[in-house]
């Protein structure tokens, strides 16, 4: 079974300092596809950033960006100068190809952001 | 503007009870999915259905039923069988092959007084 973890429940930042969420996951799929998710209070869950499996290259999005480190299985979320509104709860997720193709969520990490 | 639309938003029922979300999406995508989220469990998979027609048990099945018949919808009962079922549900759809990513509906809070 595919799994996702994300070893870090509650993570707090400054506002304007940057800070890491960690996530792991396991798999002997070949391709497959990483994502962060980001769920506000309102409890919408949206897209921050998207990685594929094939792609060396570490995603990035404005404030976001992942290091991507395949060989270990860790997706891990980079949020620089980190804003009042990124407060939320944070989900990294894996989706693989073949056989059932679902998204896989880990537990999540709840983010505070301290004026 | 196209979109996952869940209802009701909170839903309260008696136990013992069985009641259906509604899930429709406007978005021709052919893969739906109904996620259950309590605290410090993250989203854990019900069902999801690829085409119409066809649907696949995800890790937390039992107790919950769904049917595809149209593409755009997908409604999900929660049958007296289920042993715990307040919780906050989420239903998504995503299209076959490009991103994989999925796209969300603002979910329905269900209460089972």
């Known amino acids: 079974a595919q799994t996702v973890t994300q070893s870090q429940p509650e993570m707090s930042v400054q506002e304007a300092e940057t800070v890491t969420l960690s996530c792991t996951y396991d798999t002997s799929e070949s391709d497959y596809y990483l994502f962060w998710y980001k769920q506000p209070p309102s409890r919408q869950m949206i897209l921050v950033i998207r990685q594929e499996a094939y792609k060396q290259q570490n995603a990035t999005e404005n404030r976001f960006s992942v290091n991507f480190q395949k060989a270990a299985k860790s997706f891990s979320l980079k949020i620089s100068d980190s804003q009042l509104g990124d407060a939320a709860m944070y989900f990294c997720a894996s989706y693989y190809q073949g056989g ?16 | 503007d196209g979109g996952i639309t869940q209802s009701p938003k909170y839903l309260f029922r008696k136990e013992g009870q069985n009641v259906t979300l509604s899930c429709e999406q406007n978005l021709n995508h052919d893969a739906m999915y109904w996620y259950r989220q309590d605290p410090g469990q993250g989203l854990r998979l019900i069902y999801y259905s690829q085409i119409v ?49 999925l796209f969300f509906g603002e979910g329905s809070r269900l209460t089972v007084l």
């Open chain 2, 53 to 101: 027609n066809d649907f696949q048990k995800g890790d937390i099945a039992e107790g919950y039923s769904v049917s595809r018949e149209k593409k755009e919808s997908f409604p999900l009962t929660v049958t007296s069988a289920q042993k715990n079922p307040t919780a906050f549900y989420l239903c998504a759809s995503n299209r076959q092959g490009g991103r994989r990513e």
């Open chain 1, 100 to 115: 059932s193709e679902k998204l896989v969520f880990g537990k999540g990490t709840k983010l505070t952001v301290n004026p």
